[in-house]
């Protein structure tokens, strides 16, 4: 993982944009940011869209 990956994991999904010893922080649709602790994403799986040959498309209102 790192910043600019679109991931998904713990029913929220969005751009990392921090990386540190105890959080990450994501970016979601709605430009809210939603930090998570590190224990959790390690305790729970997580997608990774980096490496997807499709391209994501999210339409919001």
Known sequence: MQIGD???????????????LRSV???SVDYN???IP???I???PF???RHTPRSRIILSS
């Open 47 to 49: 997608k990774n869209f």
């Open 38 to 40: 590190n224990s959790k």
């Open 25 to 27: 922080t994501i970016q």
């Open 42 to 44: 390690i305790d729970s």
């Open 6 to 20: 679109w991931i998904e994991t713990n029913e929220y999904s969005g751009f990392v944009v921090d990386i540190n």
């Open 33 to 35: 940011l939603v930090v």
